[in-house]
């Protein structure tokens, strides 16, 4: 470079820097690499180096030859200021207490949301069921109950009970319904006929 073009960094002429920026950085990335031995942050030294080159830019001397050794300099020492503070980046790391590590959640998670699915339709299918058989899946198959002591809940005889769980078993499964008989105590009638001669 002649001394013309020292003169126009010194004077903060853009498209000299760009110049500068243009015949350098390609070196300056090159050296960065060798001293830290990572691209990336290589690539920040590249950044910096710029910065602080067009910062420190009235340091240039009028007089003298290529730029290179003055852009090198900058860039070793910024390359040496990033591994000085990744140092004690990871030296304060180490220093931090280890915490617990915390446990995976997305295992329960993902079993709460299927049961809350389960729930879902059960509560569905349950509601498609007649008071009576709802009655007696939820008192011997939710409370689990047994026939007697279910029929001693609702006051009904356990053949009523028995007959009841049945049907609303098939209804559940989705089998056809079967043919309906009556049980014996199954219905209180609804109207006892009167009595005729003392009968």
Known sequence: MDMSMRARLRDGDQAAFEQLYDESARTVYN????LIGD?????DVVSLTFLEAWRLRHRIDADGGS????????ATNVARNLRRAA??????????????????FSEELVQRMVDAEKVAAARAAFGTLRRPEQDVIALCVWAGLDYAATAEALGIPVGTVKSRLSRARRKLAGEPAAPR?????????AVRLPRRNGR
């Open 31 to 34: 050296h960065a690499f060798r």
């Open 39 to 43: 691209w990336s942050a290589a690539e």
């Open 67 to 74: 730029l290179r050794p003055w852009v090198l300099g900058i």
């Open 87 to 104: 140092r004690r980046h990871q030296a304060a790391l180490a220093r931090l207490p280890r915490g617990e590590a915390e446990p995976d």
């Open 181 to 189: 008989r009556q049980v014996a105590g199954d219905r209180d009638p």
